[in-house]
Every structure is written in structure tokens, then in C-alpha cells.
């Protein structure tokens, strides 16, 4: 059985107000090309197709007609398409008819009452488990248990097997992540690999957008094509497409990788870390006229410094006639004095970021920087203080 595993396309992504919808169909025309020379069984793109869960209408029209272009690459090849996180499930299924009709699986749901959209057979090759994000507390241990045991039932455990999934999986790499969020603090939300089952052959995973394979070569997340923002372009981030080829079941998968280009690059001032605001407008304003990028200021600030009051003035004269685009200020702050003691003395949440984290994680995340074992009893603590103040906020 042969693969193409892809997944994070995010269509529609509101750039920093940029729209992004000539990339994204540069990085469909080279997944065409891949389609085209690779002829695989199935195409399978692992959720989060969209970045919202109502994309706008000419949103829906691109995908509707990058799908087709992909099957009338190979018409025989099959397509699986599962529902991520940011897309609705309900709004995924339904032209799941029609879609059919092109060789097209649009899987939103999963329902042991009901698994004929799930268990997908690819004749004589083998068989596809697609399985959606879900938000609900529905994919239980028991509900792995279940699947498993239907799908060894259907299948008759024969032929290759591939899980699909969107999911976060216990102990993988979330560079590029907003850790800080809450969806992954403290590994909530997160799937054991072998919670899922052992009679799959490969386990196709989208949700994490930095690319890499564990559980001994089993399972994989392709990552995405295209980085979704700043942060997917540190070092150590590499954007493809993967190619997965599954001898017999029970054999391990032999895994490559087709790099993507990105028609417009996304890049870090510094590349890495962060510079004074005197140091970033230098290379600022030393950037190539010729070049078209989307650009994103990492500025680090001193005790009380702020930004220039004039700096988007100052922006746009670096910029004056160059066709490199401006997306964003990423300041943090280097408190000297009293937070010496704090690790490396860089306050690593921005103030977007610190407005979206619970204050309990906060107060974590400074005790593991300083190496405090934050006690069951500080828990306890820190929640009667915060009883306190909402109580007090009730009452003003
Ligand atoms: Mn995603």
C-alpha cells in the first residue's frame, strides 16, 4: 500500500490580515506534481483543512476544486479527508455524497453505532481508519478498544491497516506550538500512541504542525505544508509532504518526505531570538527590495522600555519600496533586578499570550522555570486566593 500523508492546510488562514489563498494553491499545484509521479493508493489529509470553521464561500469553492484537481491526478487513488480541530465536523460531511461519487471520503464524524464511513477499504491494498478530532470526551480508552475490534472484524486482519487521525499525542514535539494556551498544559487532551491500538500498520496523524515520526517508525505526523505562523520557522522545521509505503501488514512503513516551497516565506527579524528594536530596523532596513516575504519583528525590550510611538511610520520606511510585506510586532520583555533569579531573566509569554493563560499556569510555569516542586498544597493555595479575589470582584 502506498500513501501520500498530509494534513494542517488551514485554507483561508487570515494572515495578519493577508490573504494567503495564492500559497496555498502553490503548495496544492506541488502536491499534484507529487500525486502525479507517485500514483498512490490513497491521499490522506489528516484534518484542519480550513483555519476557521465557517470559511468564507470562496474558500470553499478552492477546496472544492483542489480535491478535484488531486483526483483527476489519479483517478484511482482514493482520497480521506477527516475534520480537525478548526474545522466543523457537521459542515465537513455534507457533500460526503457527491465527494463519494469522485473516489472522495469526507470523514466528520465516528459512531460505533454506525462505522461504514470510518472503516474504509482500498481494494486489494488495504484499509483506512479515519477517525476526526473530536471535543468531547467520546474517544475513550473504550472507544479505541471498540474500533479495534471492529476493524479486526472487518478487516480479517490480513492486508495493511492505517490509522487516521487529528490528535495530540503524549510525549511529541510541540515546537511551534503555543504551549502556554491551555489546550496542551500539563499533557490534558493528549492521547497515550498506544491507547489507539496495535493492529494498525501506520498511524497518519495531523494537529501538531512540526513533522516527525515515533513509536518506532509507526506513527507520524506530516506537519504542515505550509507554516501556519512564525514560530514554524525556527530551526528544526522542515514543511513536506510524506510518502508512505507499507510492504505487507505487520511490516514496518518505509517513510520519505517532498519538501514544500512557499511561495511567499515567512521570516524572523532576528532569525532566532530576539534583538534590541536599534538592531531590527537595521536588518530592517538592509532587507533584499527584490525579495517577497512576510515579516515578523522579534524585539526585545529592556526594564521599562517601550516601542517607538512612530515605529509603524518606522516600518513603513524601511519597507518603502520593496516588495516584502510587514505582519507583525513579537516584543518580550528582559526584567533585570528583582526576576534575576528567574532563569534566563526573559518573560517568555507576550502580553497576547499571558491575556489567554489561566493564572494557575502561569504561576506553574515560573515555579518549573525556577526548579520549585509546585506542592499539591500551593494548588490549594493559589485556588483559595483566586476564590477570593473573583468573590471580591462579585461584590464591586
Ligand atoms: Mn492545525
Known sequence: MKLIH????????????????????????????????ERPDALIIAGDIYDIPVPGTAVQKA??????????????????????????????EVHQTPWEALN????????????????????????????????????????YKNLEQATKEVTGEVLPTVY?????????NFLGHDIMSGRFVGGIECT????????????????????????????????????????????????SFSIVEIESHNST????????????PLVNIPAEGYACWDEVMEELNNFPADIEAYIRLNVLLKDQQMLPYNKDHLITMALAGKIAHYAAINPTREI???????????????????????PLDVLK??????????????????NTVIKIINATENEN
Open 336 to 358: 533585570s533586578g528583582s526576576r534575576e533569579s528567574a532563569g534566563d531573566g526573559i518573560v517568555s509569554l507576550t502580553m497576547e499570550e499571558l491575556k489567554k493563560t489561566e
Open 6 to 37: 498530509t494534513s494542517d492546510w488551514h485554507l483561508g488562514q487570515n494572515f495578519h490580515g493577508y490573504d494567503r489563498s495564492a500559497d496555498h494553491a502553490g503548495m496544492i499545484a506541488q502536491l499534484i506534481e507529487l500525486v502525479k509521479e
Open 104 to 143: 472522495v471520503r469526507m470523514v466528520g464524524k465516528a459512531d460505533m453505532e454506525d462505522l461504514s464511513s470510518n472503516i474504509i477499504p482500498l481494494p486489494d491494498k488495504g484499509w483506512i481508519v479515519a477517525v476526526p478530532y473530536t471535543n468531547d470526551r467520546f474517544l475513550t480508552d473504550k472507544f
Open 253 to 264: 512503513p518505509v517513510i520519505r518526505t517532498k519538501e514544500v516551497a512557499c511561495g511567499c
Open 192 to 239: 497515550g500512541i498506544d491507547e489507539i491500538g496495535s493492529i494498525y500498520d501506520y498511524i497518519a496523524l495531523g494537529h501538531i504542525h512540526k513533522a516527525q515520526t515515533f513509536d518506532n517508525g509507526r506513527a507520524r505526523y506530516s506537519g504542515s505544508p505550509l507554516p501556519v505562523g512564525f514560530d514554524e520557522i525556527r530551526s528544526g522545521y522542515e514543511h
Open 365 to 382: 510555569s515560573y515555579a518549573t522555570s525556577n526548579d520549585i516542586v509546585f506542592s499539591d498544597e500551593y494548588n490549594e493555595m493559589f
Open 164 to 172: 487516521v487521525g487529528h490528535a495530540a499525542i503524549n510525549g511529541c
Open 63 to 92: 477546496f472544492a476544486e483542489h480535491i478535484v484537481a488531486l483526483h483527476n491526478a489519479c483517478p484511482a487513488m482514493t482520497i480521506v479527508c477527516i475534520s480537525g480541530n478548526h474545522d466543523s465536523a457537521s459542515r465537513h
